[in-house]
């Protein structure tokens, strides 16, 4: 079954760490995208990329990096200069144009 | 810029009992409209989408929401909540700007089901 997976579950970052965490699809998506999740926030956008070798940053790229070398995969480094890491990420894909985002199921990062 | 505003950050109701959602826009053009519903630790998954036509859209679960453009409000209902509906629920507005086609999200609404 096509889906969007990402990994790990569960990450646990030492302050002054960078960690990078995982999102793959086999939709054949063009377009990939990180949210953060805050309580009571939403979603805010991140980072996100229409097609491959190209990404734009979002509303809150600061302390976040990403790249899209191959057309399934969209990892996201959380570095060191973010402040507060500590969130529940979400990826997701669309088709080129589309507006129906598939969800990855999270990645909740902790810094301890 | 298009916003989403949730006006209700939690709700409570009683399982059978009737549901509605409040879902307000802002966006200068026509609006695409989309409710998602995420459970506890998961991603998100979508219950409806309106893009034109019918401003009454069935979605899955059972859930409906009705468009009103002139309130601005793309409110979700469901006539007999089920414990199982308890979970976050997002409404999202789609735009096109200089990026492409980006989805705008409100700030969700916790449903609590009561026995």
């Known amino acids: 079954d096509g889906g969007i997976t990402q990994s790990p579950k569960y990450l646990f970052r030492k302050e002054g760490q960078n960690v990078t965490l995982s999102c793959e699809q086999n939709?054949?998506?063009?377009?990939m995208y990180w949210y953060r999740q805050d309580p009571g926030q939403g979603l805010r956008l991140i980072y996100y990329?229409?097609?491959?070798?190209?990404?734009q940053k979002g509303d809150i790229a600061e302390g976040y990096s990403v790249s899209r070398e191959k057309k399934e995969s969209f990892p996201l480094t959380v570095t060191s200069a973010q402040k507060n890491p500590t969130a529940f990420y979400l990826c997701?894909?669309?088709?080129?144009?589309?507006?129906?985002?598939?969800f990855g199921s999270g990645t909740r990062l902790t810094v301890v | 810029a298009q916003s989403v505003t949730q006006p209700d950050i939690h709700i409570t109701v009683s399982e059978g009992a009737s549901l509605e959602l409040r879902c307000n826009y802002s966006?200068?053009?026509?609006?695409?409209l989309f409710w998602y519903v995420q459970s506890p630790g998961q991603g998100l998954q979508l219950l409806l989408k309106y893009f034109s036509g019918d401003t009454l859209v069935q979605g899955i679960k059972g859930f409906e929401a009705e468009f009103k453009r002139s309130q601005s409000s793309f409110n979700l209902r469901k006539p007999s909540v089920h414990w199982s509906d308890a979970a976050e629920y997002f409404c999202?507005?789609?735009?096109?700007?200089?990026?492409?086609?980006?989805?705008?999200f409100g700030g969700g609404t916790r449903l609590m089901v009561k026995p």
């Open positions: 966006y200068g053009a026509t609006p695409y």
């Open positions: 939709l054949n998506h063009d377009a």
């Open positions: 999202a507005v789609g735009a096109n700007n200089n990026a492409g086609n980006m989805l705008t």
């Open positions: 997701a894909s669309s088709i080129a144009g589309g507006y129906g985002y598939t």
């Open positions: 990329s229409q097609i491959v070798n190209d990404f």
